[in-house]
Structures are given as structure tokens and as C-alpha cells.
């Protein structure tokens, strides 16, 4: 078998799996919708998982401390595990108070929330980024890959894009029934490793060459030891926090490692096809990366109290803008792109501000009118019996109806 065909069925077998995954973690995080959860998500050894949403109550001010904690019990009834714990819940109807008992370092604390229903939107605001930034981070990897496999570059971007996607989409699985418990922290611990420091030693320019395999060992080494803590400490609560922590922390310091790097490369290389590198990959790093890498770093520094579900939302942006560096040769064009985005962003900007302006300028003039009080005034707005224009006072309390927008929006 030639090596094109190796390439080929590797790539087929590598895409199934994940394709595979996503779509078992998909069928299984769906049960979760229309039932009664506590607000927040435990995970197989009990710990409290740093996710939230603005309206769950693990987001409210005063219980911001129950992340990486774990529930020993529910109404001081003890419980052995997360399945019991879920179970438990359910009994009671959405809106019940129910008081947890939380342990970490020894000390214990107790902390009364209500109880919700977790519904369609949950759903697609916690779950939905966790399964396409998984999917974008994976599926990426392994194109860039099979176009161009004999690229240093590719092999990092393969690399991290397989670990970060196990990490992103077994997330889905984590709470329940966390068959892929041991797969998640596996791809969390590894993901640095390839998708940032890897790739921060070979990529825009490859600056090993002969030392190459050796330093490349030493953030697979990190990894393999994370890895090998976290699978041996994993039901341990304590241990499995600190770890967790340390994941976090080494994901923001990758992500430094590679700003620093490729910041270097552009300011010391005289090639202008690697300074083209640079610019496409700090156009992803800023729009991909810098939310998620501050998000995990912020969590790690606090000890978990920073909610990391945010991170998926804009993610699969830096894998692509890598993969595009590394198999695109001509990227001169990116200087017009770059200014071409820049240009619309701004017109937006200034269309969206000028349209706020004069819908309040609306609403402060015409509201207090006599004219636009009376029955004939919203006739002018109903040409062929059609509305072509509608209250906004569903957008804006102050609008007493008086004030209008298209029918459109």
C-alpha cells in the first residue's frame, strides 16, 4: 500500500471515530432537555463542573463558590454518586429549595438553590458550542493533514486539533452518563501539548530542524504525566480539582507561548510570506483563541471558580486560520482581506449605532405627541391592509407604542 492510500484510510478511519463520538454524545446530552436539574452539573466523582448559564443559579453571586466543591449530600441525605445525585433532584418539581452539602479540603459547607428545568435553549447555549468546536477542532486537524502531511506544522495542527476535539465533545457526555469521563481529561490534559506548544516550535517558521524529536518530547512528557495524575486520581476530589487547575493554567501558558513565538518570527524574519503567516494566525488567535485561553487561564488562577463553557463559542476559529497558514502558499491577498474586514466591521458598527440613535431620538419625540396618540396615527402604517411596521415596545419598556420599527426585524 502506498502512502497516498495509508494517508487516505487513516484520514477515513480517523473521521469516522470522531464523527462516531459526536454523534453517541449528541443522543445522550438530549435526555437532559425538559427535565429538572439543580442548576448546575456535577460531574461522574461528584465534583461541581465549572459551566454555567447567566440565569442557573450556580451563577448567582452567592453561590460563585460551589465550583470544583464536591456535593455529599442532598438535604443531608449523603450520596455515593453522580447518577444518585441526578436522580434525587428529578424527585422534586423545578422551583423546590434544596440544600447541598459541599467538601473541599476538608471543609465543609452547605449551600440552598433551586431546582430548574433545563430546556431547548440550555441546551443549545452549553451543549451545541462543546459538539461544533469539538467537531471544527478535529475535523480541521485531520484535513490539514491529509493535504499536507509532511509539514511540521500539520502534524501539530493534527495533533492538538484530535485532543482538543476528544476534549470538546465528550464535554457533552460529561454530566451524564460520562461514559467518556477518562477520554475528556485525557484530551484536556494533551490539548496544550499539540495544538500550542507543538505548534508554537515549528510554525510560521520550523525553528528545530535537527533538535526536533527531543524538544518535541518535552510537552508530550508534561502531558503524559497530567495525563497519567489525572487518570489515577480521578474519582479523588481534591486531587482532581488541583489538576484540573493545573490543565487550565497550562492551556493559557501555551497559548502565551505561541503569541510569543510567532510575534518573534515576525519581527526578526525578512521573508514576507511568513510575515503573511503571522497575520493570519493572529487574526484567528484574536478572534479564536484569546476569549477561550483567558477564560481557562482565569479559571485555573482561581482554583476553578471562573465558568469555561464560554470558551466554545468562538474557538474553532484559531484551528482554521492555522489550517488556511499552513496550506495556503499564496497569502498576499490576506493584507486586502484583513482591510476589507476591518472596513465592514466598522460600517456595521457606525449603521447599527446610527439606527439606535434615531430609534431613541423617535421614542423621545414622538412619544409625548397628541398626534401620535390617536386612532388614525397607525393607519399610516397599514398601506394594503398589511403591517409594514410594528410596536418596538417589546424591545424598549419606554416605548408606549408610539415608536416603530419594520415589520422585518
Known amino acids: 500500500m502506498d502512502h497516498s492510500h495509508w494517508r487516505t484510510l487513516v484520514a477515513a478511519l480517523l473521521t469516522s471515530v470522531v464523527l462516531g463520538l459526536a454523534l453517541t454524545c449528541t443522543i445522550t446530552s438530549t435526555r437532559w432537555v425538559d427535565t429538572s436539574f439543580p442548576g448546575f452539573f456535577i460531574l461522574a466523582n ?5 459551566v454555567s448559564l447567566p440565569h442557573w443559579s450556580s451563577a448567582q453571586a452567592q453561590s460563585h463558590s460551589i465550583y470544583q466543591r464536591a456535593v455529599i449530600a442532598i438535604n443531608d441525605r449523603p450520596i455515593r454518586d ?20 459541599l467538601e473541599k479540603d476538608g471543609i465543609t ?17 452549553l451543549f451545541v458550542p462543546y459538539l461544533l468546536s469539538g467537531l ?30 476528544l476534549f470538546a465533545i465528550t464535554g457533552a457526555d460529561l454530566y451524564s452518563p460520562s461514559w467518556f469521563f477518562r477520554l475528556h ?9 499539540g495544538m500550542l506548544i507543538h505548534l508554537a516550535l515549528v510554525f510560521p517558521t520550523d525553528r528545530l530542524r535537527r533538535f526536533r524529536t527531543p524538544l518535541l518530547l518535552l510537552p508530550y512528557a508534561v502531558a503524559l504525566l497530567l495525563v497519567l495524575a489525572y487518570e489515577w486520581y480521578l474519582y479523588l476530589p481534591s486531587a482532581y480539582s488541583m489538576i484540573h487547575n493545573l ?7 501555551g497559548g502565551l507561548i505561541l503569541f510569543g513565538a510567532v510575534a518573534w518570527d515576525y519581527f526578526t524574519t525578512h521573508s514576507h510570506l511568513i510575515r503573511q503567516r503571522v497575520r493570519v494566525l493572529l487574526l484567528g488567535f484574536l478572534g479564536g483563541y484569546t476569549l477561550p485561553g483567558s477564560v481557562m487561564l482565569a479559571s485555573g488562577l482561581t482554583g476553578g471558580e471562573v465558568a469555561v463553557n464560554y470558551a466554545g463559542f468562538t474557538v474553532f476559529l484559531f484551528p482554521l486560520s492555522i489550517g ?26 457606525t449603521l447599527t449605532l446610527a439606527y439606535i440613535v434615531l430609534l431613541a431620538a423617535l421614542n423621545w419625540t414622538l412619544q409625548p405627541s397628541t398626534f401620535t396618540q390617536s386612532a388614525i396615527f397607525p393607519l399610516f ?10 410596536s418596538i415596545e417589546r424591545l424598549s419598556p419606554a416605548c408606549s407604542g408610539s415608536c416603530l420599527l419594520p415589520a422585518s426585524l
Do not use: N
Not at 459547607?109 to 447555549?125: A, C, G, I, K
Not at 480541521?140 to 484530535?162: C, E, Q
Not at 481529561?185 to 501539548?193: D, H, N
Not at 499552513?326 to 456595521?348: C, N, P, Q, S
Open 324 to 349: 488556511y497558514a499552513i496550506v495556503k502558499h499564496d497569502l498576499f491577498e490576506i493584507d486586502a482581506l484583513l482591510k476589507r474586514g476591518v472596513f465592514y466591521l466598522t460600517l456595521t458598527a
Open 185 to 193: 481529561v485525557l484530551g484536556e490534559a494533551a490539548f496544550p501539548a
Open 247 to 253: 490543565c487550565m493554567v497550562h492551556v493559557g501558558l
Open 82 to 101: 453522580s447518577q444518585e445525585f441526578y436522580a434525587t433532584v428529578r424527585q422534586f418539581p423545578p422551583g423546590t429549595q434544596i440544600t447541598y452539602t
Open 109 to 125: 459547607s452547605h449551600v440552598t438553590l433551586p431546582s430548574q428545568r433545563f430546556t431547548r435553549e440550555d441546551y443549545v447555549l
Open 381 to 390: 402604517f397599514y398601506p394594503r391592509g398589511r403591517p409594514l411596521f410594528k
Open 46 to 50: 461528584r465534583v461541581v463542573a465549572s
Open 136 to 165: 471544527a477542532l478535529a475535523l480541521i486537524g485531520i484535513a490539514v493533514w491529509f493535504v499536507s502531511p509532511h509539514t511540521p506544522a500539520s502534524k501539530a495542527l493534527l495533533s492538538g486539533g484530535l485532543a482538543g476535539g
